[in-house]
C-alpha cells in the first residue's frame, strides 16, 4: 500500500513536476504520485488560484509560466542527511571538480536552513571513508565524465587482469561506482562491443579531438540492455 502524501507535500511535488517538463499531463502527474487524475485536477485548480501560474487544460497538458520561481523550501532532518551524505560521498570518490562541487552544495543548503537547524549540517554523523582511490583514478573520473557530456573520444592505455596492456579508443558512455572500484562502460572500437573498463587499470585516459554520434546502438540505454542480457 502506497504512503499517503500530505497534501502540502503533493502540491510541492506537482510544482516540481511541471518545473521538469514542458508539457505534463494530469496522468502522468496520478502516476507518479499514485492518486487519482480527480485529485491531480482539484490540484492543479488549488495551485492556480492560490497564484501560481499553471497554463494548459485538461485532457491537454500543464507547464508552469516561464518567470514563475519557487522560494526555497524547508529541509527534513532526513532530507539534509541524504544531502550530507550524499555530498560526502562525492568529496571521497569524486574528481576534483566534483569535489568542490559538493562541498558549494553543502554550503548552499546551510545557507538557506534557519539558524536553529544549521548544525544538522555539521552535527550529521554520516560518512563516507576512502582509502583505495589513487590520484590517477580521481584525474580519469574528471577526464572521462568530461568526453561523456562532450561525447568525445577517448584514448585509454589500459592493462587487463593479467597485468597485459592494450590501447583502446573508445566512446565514452557513462561511469559506474560499485563501492571500492569505478568502472567505466564504453562503446569499444577494437572490439566493436560494449565493454567495462576499470579505472584502476587505466594507465591514462585522453580526450581526441574526435566526437561520436550518440545514437542506437552507442547509447547508454543500448548500454545498459546489453549488460542486463548478459547477467541472464
Known sequence: MPVLMRRADRLFQIVQLLRRRRLTTAAQIAERLEVSE????????????????VQGE???GYRLGKDFDLPPMMFSVDEIQALVLGARMVESWGDEELRSAARAVLTKVEA????????????????????????EV?????????????????QLDYADATGRPSGRTVCPLGLYFWGAVWTLGAWCELRQDFRNFRL????EAVSL???????????LEDFIQSMTRDDH
Open 209 to 219: 579531438d574526435e566526437t561520436f554520434a550518440y545514437e542506437s546502438p552507442r547509447t
Open 58 to 60: 485538461a485532457g491537454v
Open 112 to 135: 538557506v536552513l534557519p539558524p536553529s537547524k544549521r548544525h544538522r549540517v555539521q552535527d550529521t554523523a554520516l560518512f563516507s571513508l576512502s582509502f583505495r582511490i589513487s590520484p
Open 38 to 53: 480527480r485529485t491531480v485536477y482539484r490540484d492543479i485548480r488549488d495551485l492556480a488560484l492560490s497564484g501560481v501560474p
Open 200 to 203: 584502476d587499470r587505466i594507465a
Open 138 to 154: 580521481r584525474a580519469s573520473v574528471g577526464t572521462l565524465r568530461k568526453a561523456i557530456d562532450d561525447r568525445v573520444r577517448v
